[in-house]
């Protein structure tokens, strides 16, 4: 993102457009959860409503372009994928799991196969003879 102020901006910013968007329309999300420039919302309207009111925030600055995945069963929100437990459609039971994406690679090495930062092999040195 750059500078360090720069996530403090754009939550500045987003807290602007997200405000007009919600006062603006008179259908509203159920739940509306936001994380930066991630929002994760729930709808309990008929599917052309959300349509025009995720269309809505394109309007509102020239540069800034929002996107929608829409799912009846599960998506997935900042590494989690939030889901329907199955059998709870009439219930809406929501469930999470961790998501990983294809590309994710799980295997862990332990410290003396990675190749060392030499000052941090040293720190962890001095520690160790500072405790013996």
């Known amino acids: 993102m750059g500078t360090k102020t720069a996530v403090s901006f754009a939550n500045i910013f987003m807290v602007e457009i997200e405000t007009n968007l919600i006062q603006q329309n008179n259908t509203k999300p159920r739940e509306w959860k936001r994380y930066i420039d991630d929002v ?3 709808w309990d309207c008929p599917r052309s ?5 995720i269309e809505q925030p394109n309007t509102f600055h020239p540069t800034i372009k929002f996107t929608a995945e829409i799912s009846e069963n599960g998506i997935t929100f900042l590494d989690t994928v939030v889901f329907k437990e199955e059998g ?13 994406k294809p590309t994710a690679n799980l ?5 003396h196969f990675v190749l060392p930062f030499r000052g941090k092999k040293r720190l962890y040195q001095r520690r160790s003879n500072a405790t013996a």
């Open 88 to 100: 709870s459609i009439e219930k809406s039971i929501l469930d999470i799991k961790t998501h990983y």
């Open 40 to 42: 994760f919302s729930l």
């Open 107 to 111: 295997s862990m090495y332990q410290f």
């Open 49 to 53: 409503e959300m349509d025009c009111f």
